[in-house]
């Protein structure tokens, strides 16, 4: 069974600061890592995608992936009110070995910034 | 930014009853998908679906379901005798590929049809 954790939060920062969000995977062989971003009752919106181990910017977030611990973060730096959300990371597991084409998904961690 | 569209945003039917979820992906997308999230829990994975045909799916999606492409833009989901336990969102996803760390694999999510069973 390939199962993706995350600490469920609620994480509360004040703005302007650095919110770190954290996973963990259970397999190895895993290919795809991916952090979505879901505002109440609506769906998932893509935030990063994240393929070799390393750091990954855009703009004011930051994927960090480490395969060998089967770890993976997303680092939001200047968070700002419209950043509360719940932070999903999905790993699409390799089609060998067991994988599929599906997404797994963690709970989520539920984000706060307070103004 | 092409998207996917999902009808009806939110449905209420009673417990036996058939529904239909109807969705239209991002046109040059191969690989379309369907997804659930119980409130307040994970989403989960239903059944992915390529070529015309079911590629994979999960042990949720039993016989009570199905899923069509019945002409070139509709993808739709069908529950056939709905139970109190299928009250969830339902997310439409595609994707232009299934894997590779290009990013097509990527999948755009629509906006989600609730269900709400009685």
């Known amino acids: 069974q390939k199962e993706v954790e995350q600490n469920s939060g609620p994480l509360s920062v004040p703005e302007g600061a650095i919110a770190s969000l954290n996973c963990t995977y259970s397999?190895?062989?895993?290919?795809?890592f991916f952090w979505y971003r879901q505002y109440s009752g609506k769906s998932p919106e893509l935030i990063m995608s994240i393929y070799s181990n390393g750091d990954k910017e855009d703009g004011r977030f930051t994927a960090q992936l480490n395969k060998a611990s089967q770890y993976v973060s997303l680092l939001i730096r200047d968070s700002q009110p419209s950043d509360s959300a719940t932070y999903l990371c999905a790993v699409k597991f390799a089609p060998f070995q067991g994988g599929s084409e599906k997404l797994v998904f963690g709970k989520g961690t539920k984000l706060t910034v307070n103004p | 930014e092409p998207e996917v569209t999902q009808t009806p945003s939110h449905q209420v039917t009673q417990m036996g009853q058939e529904v239909i979820l109807r969705c239209v992906p991002i046109?040059?997308?191969?690989?379309f998908y369907w997804y659930r999230q119980i409130l307040g829990q994970k989403v989960e994975f239903l059944v992915s679906?390529?070529?015309?045909?079911?590629?994979?799916k999960s042990e949720i999606f039993d016989d009570q379901f199905s899923v069509e492409r019945p002409d070139g833009s509709n993808f739709t989901l069908k529950i056939r005798s709905t139970k109190l336990e299928d009250s969830a969102m339902y997310f439409c996803?595609?994707?232009?590929?299934?894997?590779?760390?290009?990013?097509?694999?990527?999948?755009?999510f629509g906006a989600g049809s609730r269900l709400t069973v009685l």
């Open positions: 996803a595609s994707s232009e590929a299934y894997f590779g760390p290009s990013g097509a694999n990527v999948l755009t």
């Open positions: 679906f390529y070529n015309n045909e079911i590629s994979e």
């Open positions: 397999d190895r062989v895993s290919q795809s």
């Open positions: 046109s040059n997308h191969l690989y």
